[in-house]
């Protein structure tokens, strides 16, 4: 069975330091990966997503980065966080049809302080 | 610009009692629309999808309609219990794109 690991589960880091965020998928080849971003209360927004290797798709710009070094790993990454950059952290994936679901990680809190 | 409305009011009921939920979007397309659940500190879990040429999807105790003339959806959840209390979040897909778009959620609390 298809399996999401997300880590880790929460994350306090200071103003100005560095992020990575690690998601990988078990039991299936060639995903769609995404990371989604929710604040306290709000609904989820796309940051990125990816069909392939090497291939990042942003939706907004912002402080942060993504790559997708192998088939079924996605990375979350920013060079300096901000204070804005707190909030809840979801990685998903879904198979590459159109009528399939997202499956999500557990998420990761991220407080910048 | 595009935009998908879920009520942000919290939605209080009775236990026993049928919750409805509500999704509008604007200048979307969607092929697909699906809804999700979350619980507190957790991924979405998802529990429903109707396509375009659908007007209604049931599983067990829930129902979906998906109207494409009024862009609305409602989501349904007959003879509610405490156990379905959390935020359900509906999320579009459209053909041409692989990215689904979700609403802000609505929270759902079942009281005994």
């Known amino acids: 069975s298809q399996t999401i690991h997300q880590w880790p589960v929460t994350l306090v880091q200071p103003v100005g330091s560095p992020l990575s965020l690690e998601c990988t998928v078990e039991?299936?080849?060639?995903?769609?990966l995404y990371w989604y971003r929710q604040a306290a209360g709000r609904g989820l927004q796309l940051l990125f997503y990816?069909?392939?290797?090497?291939?990042i798709s942003s939706e907004v710009p912002q402080n942060l980065s993504a790559s997708r070094p192998q088939d079924r790993q996605f990375i979350l990454s920013s060079k300096k966080l901000l204070l804005s950059d707190s909030g809840f952290y979801l990685c998903?994936?879904?198979?590459?049809?159109?009528?399939?679901?997202?499956?999500f990680g557990q998420g990761t809190r991220l407080t910048v302080v | 610009s595009q935009k998908i409305e879920q009520n942000s009011e919290a939605l209080n009921i009775q236990e026993g009692k049928t919750a409805t939920l509500t999704c509008n979007y604007t200048?979307?397309?969607?092929?697909?629309l699906q809804w999700y659940r979350q619980d507190p500190g957790r991924g979405p879990v998802f529990l429903l999808l109707?396509?375009?040429?659908?007007k209604e999807k049931r599983k067990e105790r829930l129902k979906v309609t998906f109207d494409t003339t009024l862009k609305q959806s409602l989501f349904h959840i007959t003879a509610s219990q405490p156990a379905d209390s959390a935020t359900y979040l509906c999320?579009?897909?459209?053909?041409?794109?692989?990215?689904?778009?979700f609403g802000s959620g609505t929270k759902l609390n079942v009281k005994p």
């Open positions: 999320a579009l897909r459209a053909y041409n794109f692989n990215k689904f778009y």
């Open positions: 200048n979307y397309s969607p092929a697909y």
């Open positions: 990816s069909v392939g290797i090497g291939q």
């Open positions: 998903a994936w879904n198979v590459r049809t159109l009528d399939t679901e997202a499956f």
């Open positions: 109707i396509r375009e040429n659908e």
């Open positions: 039991g299936t080849s060639n995903p769609n």
